[in-house]
């Protein structure tokens, strides 16, 4: 099997989904991705969908460039780039004709993906039924099953709880206080102290609440809800994790891979 003739269409462009892409890149697949386009992903530094904003955008040695139309993806996949096309409806999926389709966006529900998209359709996380709505669903939850292939039933609920680092939980994660457009006062990367301002939406500040490195932030300019995660604070303070795959993307990605290699294993000896 060449993982050069088979294309993959990745259905959202942030970090657990570029975790994906960058590994099946590194493996030799072709890789297209999509995504929206004002891309809502927060840790931008490693988000492939930040070329949407940027007209590309490089994750570990990997570049991706923002294309324009489907005929122009297929010519980068040969370039060895990963092209981002912005298509909202997803009508690019029927262009492309990708031999495994992955929906990558989190969405906690399927949304319009089926089964019938292309010869595999992976999902990522809570919402989808493998054997209804995709062939199977990567396990996202942190835990034992973290990454785990499975070919029936799902993935374990959604907690709405943010996983603990070192004892933060819901802290960690910065939310909008209102509706409006989000303003961003710090970059990625930054170390910022307790009580600082790191962004504002609507005049209306967003503060740190505890010492940390800001790992994540919406783009600025972006419209938000009251409630929606824009951000994230790590209080381990590693500046290098905010711009490298976090071993969570990886083994998701680990696991996006082995369903690939499993199917074209089952179908060529079956």
Not at 83 to 103: C, S, T
Not at 237 to 256: L, M, N, P, Q, Y
Request: net charge neutral; charged share 20%.
């Amino acid at each position: 099997m060449n993982p050069s003739n088979c294309l993959v269409l990745l259905r959202g462009g942030g970090d657990l989904a570029s975790g994906v892409a960058h590994r099946l890149h590194t493996a030799g697949f072709r890789v297209v991705i999509v995504e929206l386009p004002q891309p809502l992903c927060v840790r931008r530094a490693v988000s492939f969908a930040e070329a949407v904003y940027a007209n590309e955008t490089q994750v570990e040695g990997v570049m991706a460039r923002l294309v324009r139309s489907p005929q122009e993806a297929l010519t980068f996949t040969q370039q060895r780039l990963i092209p981002v096309l912005v298509d909202e409806a997803g009508a690019a999926l029927h262009e492309l004709k990708p031999e495994v389709v992955v929906d990558a966006r989190l969405a906690k529900e399927p949304l319009d993906t089926q089964i019938t998209d292309a010869p595999l359709v992976l999902a990522l996380g809570p919402g989808f039924v493998a054997g209804e709505h995709c062939h199977a669903v990567i396990e996202t939850q942190r835990g034992h099953h973290l990454g785990r292939v499975l070919w029936r039933g799902s993935a374990q609920a959604n907690t709405g709880i943010p996983e603990a680092v070192s004892g933060f939980t819901g802290q960690r994660v910065l939310r909008a206080p209102c509706d409006g457009v989000i303003t961003g006062e710090l970059e990625i990367g930054e170390f910022v102290p307790a009580g600082q301002t790191i962004a504002t939406v609507n005049g209306v500040d967003i503060r740190a609440a505890f010492n940390g490195v800001l790992r994540g932030l919406i783009h600025s300019g972006v419209a938000v809800m009251a409630g929606m995660k824009v951000g994230d604070l790590d209080p381990r303070g590693v500046r290098e994790h905010c711009f490298t795959i976090s071993d969570k993307a990886r083994a998701v990605g680990g696991g996006v891979l082995e369903a690939i290699l499993n199917a074209q294993f089952t179908r060529r000896t079956s």
